[in-house]
């Protein structure tokens, strides 16, 4: 079935859900699941985790659909709930994804785009990021990229929030001393 | 759910014989006789033929006074057989009345729980297969009372739907529909009756003409004519005529699109007659009632 | 090359083999790009995606959204059970509702002297009874014909239902009966009566029409009180030990007459 011809954009499928309509919905759901599944999968090891998580954003956006407010992009509304579902979710003892290796492969060049996104106009941002551990990392990852709070990221990462507190400080301490 | 092994050899899925039903002083069904096999059979006749009665006997929910019925091989008056009978029916009555308080998928729910089906998961399945198949996934989660009239007979075709049927009996389904809607719904139940026996009323010759292999003409609680939907037509052959006006020989009447005079009855010797079609075989068979009605 | 449909790094990201860095950039591009999210899909099974599909629409369809539903299932009630007492009229707010009014004003009188406490005792059982009449039947119930072609019994609806009925509303009386002036034997004194009245109710109802059923019992109920207090010296005579032994009768002899004629409730009567 062709399920990605539906030519309304997010915010109007929004409305038809409000209206109780499943196939506005199941639009959204393929517009939307794929790449929640893969970004959550980057923040947990579980496999059955992030998929419940993935279920848990949609149930949740099926019962209040009126929650997005219509302002911004309707997909970072839903990774707001993804990734604080997936806090939620933590707290039943799923482990962290350690930081995927790398293998070795040869590093693609960054577009202007990226370097805007990472505010590299100066310095070297990327490489500095990539020579963090993958412990302080994860907390600037977290806190910065996902905008958790040091509780919620405490959680998500399963360490105490006063650790995250430290590592963000000597991220960004690191961070300042490669720039500099 | 059993397939389509009738236990009665194979054909004839519904055989009744001799029925009578009465309401007080009024002979509702007055010795109906029919049979039917795997396909669409109509029903059809004027307001208080006795149809609604008939398809109640055929839904077992309405024992007749005298007759036999048997359905897909049993007895619906031993309440074993009426059990094993029930179980491979769908029945959609007249006038379906709903919860309106639950939503498109909770009536149908509901139907399914009263259908036996106490396994949820697999309830929920085919809850959504019945759904989908009346067309009605994008309404599903919504509140019955908040469907239009076209959509929720839909809803009341779905909950006929479940467990997949032998028989399945549908009373004046095309009511109150648009021509669209008509038109769908025929292309429906075209294709459910590819496999399983179909009794359906009404009082709309088109749907006869399109759907169903066999018509019974019904008429005052009495039977007046079996047969293929030919076989109506072939009634009026050589008392359809087309004349420059009302004939007074006619019984019934009207000017055709063309302007000419469309009269039915006794034709007259030498008159230009007409191909006749299930409409004038009908109207001939039930009457000038019919057709104050039909008008 | 514009960065969006980055083929290679799309796929080094979907695969989980790109460096964080890229991986965190990508991720906030998709925030924003359609195009992308599109391209990215590509990377995820379908049988993953189903099969979440699947998991959500469970989840939806299992949470009833009536009140009712949502309340007996916190109670701990089969799902089945719950949506087949959902759909009974007498399990509705408003019928709670209408039922407190009455109940309120019943209090109000007993209050007021004896006579009031005689009302409240004659109204009482007629709670249940009226719940009971209008909880399944031809008139009351919209799917009533299809409930009826359906290969559950319509018995074991009517019981499950009637039950729930009778639970409710003797549990509603029992509250106003609390109120009463005297916390004495007339406090209770309506509880065997009501039984017997909603058995009785549903065993007529194998004869005749509920409705039916019901009027001749509000009737023989009513002129039963009032006779007893006119022509016995003491007061409440209708709810003394005599009586209260005949009701229980009833209520016995109207289970036997359920047990014996619940096949009447398997197909119409009448039209």
Not at chain 1, 121 to 142: C, F, I, T, W, Y
Request: charged residues 25%.
């Amino acid at each position: 079935m062709e399920r990605g011809a539906d030519a309304r954009d997010d915010g109007a499928l929004l409305e038809a859900i409000g209206d109780g309509d499943r196939e506005a919905f199941r639009v959204l759901y393929e517009r939307h699941a794929p790449w929640m599944l893969l970004r959550l999968r980057r923040r947990c090891a579980d496999p059955n985790v992030v998929e419940e998580t993935v279920q848990d954003v949609f149930v949740a956006v099926w019962r209040r659909p009126g929650a997005y407010r219509g302002t911004g992009d309707v997909a970072a509304w839903m990774w707001g709930i993804a990734i604080r579902r997936l806090v939620d979710r933590m707290r039943w003892g799923a482990r962290r994804a350690i930081a995927p290796a790398r293998l070795g492969r040869s590093q693609p060049v960054l577009s202007a785009e990226e370097q805007v996104l990472l505010g590299v106009e100066h310095g070297d941002l990327a490489g500095a990021l990539n020579r963090l551990s993958p412990e302080l990392r994860a907390v600037l990852e977290a806190t910065v990229l996902d905008g958790l709070t040091t509780r919620e990221a405490a959680r998500l990462l399963g360490i105490p929030q006063g650790t995250v507190k430290t590592r963000l400080m000597r991220a960004r301490e690191q961070l300042r001393e490669e720039l500099a | 759910m059993t397939g389509l092994d009738d236990g009665n050899g194979g054909k004839q899925r519904v055989r009744l014989q001799g029925i009578e039903k009465r309401f007080l002083r009024t002979r509702a069904l007055d010795g109906v006789s029919l049979d039917a096999g795997t396909g669409i059979l109509g029903l059809l006749g004027p307001n208080g033929a006795g149809k609604t009665t008939l398809l109640r006997i055929l839904a077992t929910i309405l024992a007749p006074d005298a007759g036999e019925v048997r359905l897909l091989g049993r007895n619906p008056s031993r309440s074993r057989d009426r059990l094993e009978i029930r179980r491979r029916l769908g029945y959609m009555p007249q006038e379906p009345g709903f919860h309106r308080n639950f939503t498109a998928f909770e009536f149908v729910d509901y139907v399914a729980i009263l259908k036996e089906m106490t396994h949820r998961p697999r309830r929920h399945q085919e809850v959504r297969r019945a759904l989908e198949l009346s067309g009605l996934e994008s309404v599903s989660g919504k509140k019955i009372r908040a469907l239009s009239g076209g959509m929720r007979r839909r809803v009341a075709l779905a909950q006929s739907l479940l467990g997949d049927p032998d028989l399945l009996i549908l009373d004046e389904p095309t009511a109150g529909l648009d021509p669209e809607q008509r038109l769908r719904f025929r292309d429906m139940v075209s294709r459910l009756g590819e496999d399983r026996t179909i009794v359906v009323s009404t009082h709309q010759t088109e749907d006869v003409a399109a759907l169903c292999q066999q018509v019974v003409v019904m008429n005052a609680g009495r039977v007046l004519l079996t047969g293929a939907p030919r076989d109506v037509a072939e009634v009026a052959r050589g008392h359809v005529w087309l004349a420059d006006g009302r004939d007074p020989r006619a019984r019934l009447a009207w000017r055709t699109a063309e302007g000419r005079h469309r009269n039915i009855g006794d034709a007259p010797p030498g008159a230009e007659l007409a191909e006749p079609t299930i409409e004038d075989g009908y109207l001939l068979l039930v009457g000038e009632r019919a057709f104050s009605e039909a008008a | 090359m514009s960065w969006h449909g980055d083929p290679a790094l799309m796929e080094t990201y979907a695969l989980g083999i790109l460096d964080e860095v890229h991986s965190s950039s990508i991720e906030a591009h998709l925030l924003r790009c359609e195009r992308c999210r599109e391209a990215i899909a590509r990377h995820v099974g379908r049988d993953r995606i189903e099969g979440m599909w699947a998991a959500i629409e469970e989840r939806l369809d299992i949470a009833p959204q009536g009140m009712v539903e949502r309340l007996l299932g916190r109670l701990g009630m089969p799902d089945h059970v719950a949506r087949l007492l959902a759909a009974t009229p007498s399990l509705r707010l408003s019928w709670f509702g209408a039922v407190a009014i009455a109940l309120a004003f019943a209090t109000v009188a007993a209050r007021a002297g004896s006579v009031g406490v005689l009302q409240f005792l004659v109204v009482a059982p007629l709670i249940p009874l009226a719940g009971i009449a209008v909880a399944y039947g031809p008139r009351v119930d919209p799917t009533y014909e299809v409930g009826l072609a359906a290969p559950m019994r319509s018995f074991r609806l009517l019981m499950i239902r009637a039950l729930a009925v009778l639970i409710t509303s003797m549990a509603l009386v029992g509250i106003a009966a609390i109120a009463l002036p005297h916390l004495d034997w007339t406090a209770a004194a309506w509880l065997l009566p009501s039984i017997a009245l909603s058995l009785g109710n549903l065993a007529l109802s194998s004869y005749w029409s509920p409705q039916r059923a019901t009027v001749g019992l509000v009737a023989a109920w009513t002129l039963a009180v009032v006779l007893g207090e006119r022509f016995s010296s003491v007061p409440y005579a209708a709810f003394r030990a005599a009586p209260q032994a005949a009701f229980a009768m009833i209520a016995v002899a109207s289970i036997v007459v359920l047990a014996r004629r619940r096949e009447a409730f398997d197909t119409r009567r009448g039209r």
